[in-house]
């Protein structure tokens, strides 16, 4: 059975950092794109951070640009945000998201909640 776990929200002050995990089972992460996407209340869901592979090319919504940080161990088959200078506007919900590179199935973590605020 496959499982993506997110852990590390919670409630931070405007400036501070938090480092989100997805911890993967079931799945090895070498094999998937993965992402993290957020969701805010009344809002649609958004992009913030992809990684082609675990080490490679990573891209990030330009609302995080230079703020955020994805990446991931292959050891620990987890990935990671690493988010600093938190806005008020980063809160949401946020999720991990893996994308089989050659087959495209997807798979889904529950979320973790991030509020910004002080």
């Known amino acids: 059975q496959v499982q993506l776990v997110e852990s590390g929200g919670g409630v931070v002050e405007p400036g501070g950092s938090l480092r989100l995990s997805c911890a993967a089972s079931g799945i090895a992460l070498p094999n998937y794109v993965m992402s993290w996407y957020r969701q805010a209340p009344g809002k649609e869901r958004e992009l913030v951070a992809t990684?082609?592979?675990?080490?490679?090319?990573?891209d990030y919504a330009d609302s995080v640009k230079g703020r955020f940080t994805i990446s991931g161990n292959s050891a620990e088959n987890t990935v990671w945000l690493q988010m600093n200078r938190l806005k008020a506007e980063d809160t949401a919900v946020y999720s991990c998201?893996?994308?089989?590179?050659?087959?495209?199935?997807?798979?889904w973590g529950k979320g973790t909640l991030v509020t910004v605020s002080s």
């Open positions: 990684m082609t592979s675990l080490g490679g090319s990573t």
């Open positions: 998201h893996a994308r089989n590179r050659w087959t495209s199935v997807v798979h």
